[in-house]
């Protein structure tokens, strides 16, 4: 590609599913593989990539370790998102047999998302920094006793075969990303269904949590997510947020401004269009609902 093409940073080797999802959502982008979500964080930053696409959760392991430590002090700003069905496949050294395994090594969150198999299987399973790396890994080491958990674009890469296909525990086994830049590119209200992410630090007084979120229920805000992870000195929770709506709209201005009131701080982080993913999950779930 030529060299001034726009890049979209992505933490793995090539073929991970972070390279997966960049390819998705970004097509016009050139993925840039980073070693670290430090590294992909800095690429943005330095500008040596115009994006970053970064994993939040998946619907099996939680939340990405990191992630959220990371996002508070990276200036960054979230512009869109994407989910990523993830399907995970046991890859081989071409004509490798399944009694010449004994062990399978991978990301340790695709490892937890394919506990079944490794047990019925009775592999060691041994963690590595990420799918795709461990597939590099294993084309260069050449080491038939070993298998690992990878993308099939990671077997089309690094020259290995699929021994078993579609080996994860659970079929809605899904990785959210966040699309960052380091300006902010905020949707309009008018732009349909719109999140809102942000941060905040509650007020080390009683109650103040109960008091913060007081404004969403009041005001009609659907609270999508929540989570907290302690500052270092372990003395105040910092929160990630998303919600549904747009802050020009008044319920969720009204919201955020009651939540000010209670917080040490607050930064938005994006206000970005929603995936069409969770329409057609809430699609789902009102077919299911009338159908019971």
């Known amino acids: 590609m030529a060299a001034d093409s726009q890049k979209i940073a992505y933490q793995g080797e090539p073929g991970a599913n972070s ?36 994993p939040i959760d998946n619907t099996v392991a939680g939340r990405v370790a990191d992630i959220h430590h990371l996002m508070p002090s990276s200036d960054l700003y979230i512009t869109g998102e994407h989910f990523l069905r993830v399907r995970h496949q046991l890859l081989v050294l071409p004509g490798t047999k399944l009694e010449d395994l004994r062990r399978v090594t991978s990301h340790t969150h695709a490892l937890g998302q394919c506990r079944r198999m490794i047990a019925e299987m009775g592999l060691e399973a041994v963690a590595a920094v990420d799918t795709a790396g461990a597939a590099a890994d294993l084309a260069r080491t050449g080491d038939r006793s070993t298998a690992v958990i990878a993308t099939n674009k990671a077997a089309e890469i ?30 309009s209200p008018e732009d349909g269904p ?5 941060i905040f630090t509650v007020r080390n007084v009683p109650a103040a949590l109960f008091k913060a979120m007081g404004g969403f229920a009041t005001n009609g805000v659907n609270m ?6 302690v500052d270092g000195s372990f003395n105040v929770a910092q929160f990630y947020a998303d919600i549904e709506g747009h802050p020009q709209q008044r319920p969720v201005r009204l919201a955020l401004e ?22 057609e999950l809430a699609r789902r779930r009102k077919q299911m609902d009338t159908s019971a």
């Open 19 to 54: 390279h997966i999802a960049c390819t998705e959502a970004c097509p016009d982008h050139e993925p840039l593989a980073c070693r670290t979500f430090e590294d992909a964080f800095a690429a943005v930053a330095s500008g040596e990539a115009d994006l970053a696409m970064i």
């Open 158 to 187: 690094y020259g290995l075969e699929v021994m078993r296909a579609d080996i994860e525990d659970e079929d809605h086994n899904t990785t959210r990303f966040v699309i960052m830049s380091a300006e902010p590119d905020d949707a």
């Open 258 to 279: 009651e939540l000010d009131f209670f917080t040490s701080s607050l930064r938005v982080l994006g206000v970005y269009k929603s995936s069409l993913h969770r329409e």
């Open 224 to 229: 999508i997510k929540l989570e907290s992870y």
């Open 194 to 198: 719109v999140i809102t992410s942000f």
